[in-house]
């Protein structure tokens, strides 16, 4: 039997391992102009309060939910894309403080480290070039590389084929969304954490089902390394 040891961190990118200075909502702005909904009123209003409450979760799923039109939804998406692509070179793209050290300490400790996103797989390596980060996880993951994007389990799922893991109890899952929270839930982790450095607050992550809430990624990574002791 495999041991019960943590082997595996799945963790997101925006908001709980990198800041984007609001770039999503930015760019749904622009996508949601472009996608037919108008710029301002109830629709818009309850667009904008609709993706805050599903960040995390892949774009095209939000459209869809928000449009009910397939055309509509990919138009939105791809104006979604463009403009967030567009946009991060002007943005103040930064690490969340620590986030670095704890990828490299749970790497160091035995931890294989997977980054996912719910973006494209572009967005997600234009994210990746602006960082420098392109070596520093065992495995980064959008949901087209998996099939679906949260808050189904398939990234987590596919990491663990991926990176030769044995099991879903040596998974660890961290995020600042409740579409984090329900992914790592759905795929069976053993530790599914919520970070306060996004979207979500301590309430919001608890309600959906957290095992453990961390001021931030380093926090997670402190737990995760304890639990191999």
Known sequence: MPDKNIRLAVLDMAGTTVTDGGLVLRAFDIAATAAGIETEGPERD???KYVLDTMGQSKIAVFRALLGDEDRAEQGNRAFEAAYEALI???DITPI???AEAIRALRAGGVKVALTTGFSRSTQDRLLNALGWNDIAD???APSDAGRGRPYPDMVLTA????GVDAVDQVAVLGDTTSDIGTGLAAGARIVAGTLTGAHDEDQLRAAGATHVVAS???FAELVLA???
């Open 139 to 141: 495995l980064t993951l």
């Open 46 to 48: 309850t667009a904008r």
């Open 160 to 163: 663990l084929l991926r990176l």
């Open 227 to 229: 639990d191999r002791t």
């Open 217 to 219: 990624v380093t926090e």
């Open 97 to 99: 403080p620590g986030a």
């Open 89 to 91: 070179d002007e943005a």
